[in-house]
């Protein structure tokens, strides 16, 4: 049967029970990354068989009914006792029975990488749809090792930053805001979408959590004392994440940013993580940020995201009522719609 759990003791402890549990599946990060939306952990057990599926239930406005979808990053269900034989039929059938007793006419999940048996988990049960590679640095490799995939020109571009600039940890709230404030400028340098704006409080919280531990780092000019770029990168267990960043418009030329994941390498390999994940391009593109990233490693992953219609009529009746037109690949469609993405921020 499916329980839901909404609260922080009962989460932690389940998440917990899974060794190989995300960062992005922990309470903390849900409340963190809500935005608006009710975080539910859906624990589904079966004998010796334990799944728990994390999501974000979101009012569909102007209507009586809702959707679920995940929290930004890499998620979707965790497993136990799950191997290649699953049948996800009793699942299926317990899913859809939670979803249609609550009004849910669709749900969204990005997967993560880390996982591969999340698409046992969800067969047959909507559609998993994949959108390109992400980049991984496999830090079981010896230091050198690792370095010896770098591209020939990251190699000069960090020996440059290396000799003009130090790296220090984020350890004051005034150290925190001069992250903050280089993030948002390269945003606004790059006209990002909506998305990728946060409060401050989202920084903060982040930085915080007794749940998954935080790494911001700051590249600072050796002459000027300038903090000429930032990063955050976090982890829990074996991964780490390459999260946010940013450089200061005069200091791109130094790119500071290699500097600091290059940085973080080095700290996660003496931590002894298993893996960093530098993430892919934009929405999954071969784009000129998948090919800053593949300049570390050869390293990489698919990256897929599950889709699930639980009622098509209404689905497509709240389509049509939006007027939703454009990228008919944005899933659900009815958030395509300008009208109906403004009045839920």
């Not at 269900?77 to 699942?91: A, G, M, Q, R």
């Not at 990002?192 to 700051?218: G, H, P, Q, V, W």
């Not at 593949?294 to 009746?317: Q, R």
Request: charge should be neutral; proline fraction near 3%.
């Amino acid at each position: 049967m499916i329980q839901v759990i909404e609260e922080k003791k009962p989460w932690d402890e389940f998440i917990s029970s899974f060794e190989d549990a995300d960062l992005y599946h922990t309470f903390d990060y849900h409340m963190i990354a809500k935005d608006g939306g009710k975080p539910v952990l859906l624990k589904y057990t079966l004998g010796d068989i334990n799944i728990g599926l994390p999501l974000l239930i979101r009012d569909i406005p102007n209507t009586a009914f809702k959707d679920a979808t995940s929290v930004y990053g890499y998620a979707g269900p965790v497993y136990k006792n799950v191997t290649k034989n699953f049948d996800s039929i009793h699942f299926n059938n317990e899913l859809m029975e939670y979803f249609q007793s609550n009004n849910i006419v669709s749900v969204f999940s990005r997967l993560n990488p880390f996982l591969p048996l999340q698409h046992k988990v969800l067969e047959n049960i909507g559609l998993i749809d994949k959108k390109g590679p992400i980049v991984i640095i496999d830090l079981a490799k010896d230091i050198e090792l690792q370095r010896q995939e770098f591209s020939k020109r990251l190699k000069g571009q960090l020996n440059k930053a290396r000799r003009c600039s130090h790296i220090i940890k984020v350890k004051s709230d005034e150290e925190l805001h001069k992250f903050i404030n280089i993030y948002h400028e390269n945003m606004d340098r790059v006209n990002a979408r909506s998305m990728y704006y946060f409060k401050n409080e989202y920084f903060k919280d982040i930085a915080k959590s007794n749940s998954f531990k935080t790494e911001t780092l700051l590249a600072v000019h050796n002459e000027t004392g300038d903090v000429m770029g930032a990063s955050m990168f976090f982890y829990r267990d074996s991964i780490v994440h390459y999260h946010l960043s940013g450089t200061k418009t005069e200091y791109l030329p130094l790119m500071p940013t290699k500097l600091l994941i290059d940085e973080m390498r080095l700290k996660a390999s003496e931590l002894g993580l298993a893996y960093f994940n530098l993430g892919g391009g934009l929405s999954g593109a071969d784009d000129s940020l998948l090919q800053f990233k593949s300049s570390f490693s050869k390293k990489m992953e698919d990256f897929y995201v599950w889709k699930l219609i639980v009622d098509k009529n209404i689905y497509n009746k709240i389509t049509k009522e939006c007027s939703a037109t454009g990228n008919s690949d944005f899933f659900p469609l009815y958030r395509c719609s300008n009208q109906l993405v403004l009045s839920t921020k």
